[in-house]
């Protein structure tokens, strides 16, 4: 059952519901206003929005231009209730995926952080022979004017860095705020900024359960550390 929309989890990850129009499971996340849910029905082709008091269907994005699938824990709303950012399985299928953003009112998708690169990645492997980015984790910065994210980059060499990146919710150049590591996805969940915007939540995990790096950081977004 879907919470109603005074609910306290309005903009999160809420439990599984039935698919109206397909009577299969779907994963869904419910707009910080609480007046819609976005739900993605397996076998997660299409991305859509519901009115909550109706459950009309308000626009759906076709995701047969994703790369790869949609990860629905990155499917996360706008502050203001009219966008939704989310991210590929590039780190389960090992194809190359970008960061995506839909327009919750027409279901126009835009590809926020497009490398150019569509093939097969093997990030585990010491080179991997060509440049590309593995962008995941979206979190929308409290004004909604930027999306802040986790970005593995790589070159000829192999993986370079895991690194805090940012990029103007409309497009644009991408920022990296801060170095996390050297090893690829270590920040892989979901993130968070502080309500006011000075601090940047966001969880980082190594394979080695005994590595004392291992838990929630903070981006202190005046010092850049």
């Known amino acids: 059952m879907v919470p109603s929309k005074s609910g306290s989890g309005a903009g999160s990850p809420l439990p599984l519901a039935r698919g109206r129009r ?8 419910m707009s910080p206003d609480g007046r819609y849910l976005a739900a993605a029905v397996p076998p997660q082709t ?13 626009s759906c994005a076709d995701l047969s231009v994703l790369n790869t699938s949609i990860r629905v824990e990155d499917v996360v709303w706008s502050p203001d209730s009219t966008r939704i950012a989310f991210s590929e399985q590039t780190f389960v299928t090992f194809k190359d995926g970008d960061l995506w ?16 690169y569509i093939d097969g990645i093997a990030l585990l492997q010491d080179e991997v ?16 004017k930027f999306i802040t994210f986790s970005r593995t980059l790589s ?20 920022e990296t705020l801060a170095f996390v590591s050297d090893i690829a ?28 790096d291992s838990g929630i950081w903070v981006y202190d977004a005046a010092t850049g550390t």
């Open 46 to 58: 299409s991305l859509c929005v519901y009115d909550v008091e109706t459950m009309a269907e308000v």
């Open 129 to 144: 022979g060509v440049e590309f980015f593995v962008d995941v984790s979206p979190a929308w910065t409290p004004d909604g």
């Open 155 to 174: 070159d000829a060499e192999g993986v370079t860095d895991n690194v805090i990146a940012q990029i103007p919710a409309g497009g644009g150049e991408v």
């Open 185 to 212: 996805g270590t920040y892989y969940f979901r993130a968070h900024w502080s309500p006011d915007g000075a601090r940047f939540y966001y969880s980082v995990t190594y394979q080695d359960p005994q590595n004392p």
């Open 22 to 29: 397909t009577g299969r499971w779907c994963a869904v996340s």
């Open 101 to 116: 953003v839909m327009d919750a009112a027409s279901g126009t998708l835009t590809n926020l952080t497009d490398d150019g």
